[in-house]
């Protein structure tokens, strides 16, 4: 099984901050990967799709890159209502998600 | 529009089976498929399993023994059943569409005595 590990598990960042999350598979899973928002409460959502994709209504301000095993998701500019869990999945070999960064306001 | 909503008892005693039921609209079970993904309280997500469009299901192979997925297409319905639930079983289950695009709002189910 692909194994996905997230770093760092929790990130405290201010307003307007540039963030990075990145996310590591066991192996290379050749861009087969999705990003999560997940708040309190709710559904994950669907933000980037293969790598780079944005999905449909998601902010510019998030953006995604990486190849083989590594991952990143930025957002340019940290605004409060990103205030989140962020998951990575893999989905090259089956479905494996991170354990997720969460992201708190400074 | 797409919509997912997930439904059954929110508590199980342990050893007892689990039965789900996820109502679909906005889209046909026949030509789109459907994912099940678990929370438990506090952590993160798991694949359960699918249900393909055209009827074949895929499981997790760590609960792989112990699931069931299967579908009524004329209720726009897919179910789920687990077997032998144990405490650790206690979790939010979601059902979703095939891309993980769109998700239900879930389900919480507590496995306890």
């Known amino acids: 099984d692909i194994q996905m590990t ?11 901050d540039r ?4 996310c590591k598979a066991s192996q290379n899973i050749y861009k087969y990967l999705n990003w999560y928002q997940q708040k309190l409460g709710e559904a994950p959502k ?18 995604g890159s990486g190849s083989g095993t590594d991952y990143t998701l930025t957002i340019s ?6 205030v989140a869990t962020y998951f990575c999945q893999q989905y090259n070999s089956w479905y494996t998600f991170g354990a997720g960064t969460k992201l708190e306001l400074k | 529009q797409v919509q997912l909503k997930e439904s059954g008892p929110g508590l199980v005693q342990p050893s007892q089976t689990l039965s789900l039921t996820c109502t ?8 789109n498929s459907v994912h099940w993904v678990r929370q438990p309280p506090g952590k ?9 469009s055209g009827g074949s299901t895929d499981y997790n192979s ?11 297409t004329s209720k726009s319905q897919v179910f789920l059943k687990m077997n032998s639930l144990q405490t ?13 695009d769109y998700w239900g709002q879930g389900v919480m189910v507590t496995v306890s005595s």
Do not use: H, M
């Open chain 2, 62 to 72: 760590a609960l792989k023994s112990r699931l069931s997925i299967s579908r009524d």
């Open chain 1, 77 to 82: 500019s940290l605004q409060p209502e990103d």
């Open chain 2, 44 to 52: 993160g997500l798991e694949w359960v399993g699918a249900i393909w």
């Open chain 2, 88 to 100: 650790e079983d206690t979790a939010i289950y979601f059902c979703t569409s095939l891309s993980f």
């Open chain 2, 24 to 31: 679909v609209s906005g889209f046909s079970l026949t030509s």
């Open chain 1, 6 to 16: 997230q770093s760092p598990s929790l990130l405290s960042a201010s307003v307007g």
């Open chain 1, 46 to 63: 669907l933000l980037i799709y293969y790598t780079n994709s944005l999905q449909t209504g998601i902010p510019s301000r998030f953006s």
């Open chain 1, 19 to 22: 963030v990075t999350l990145s």
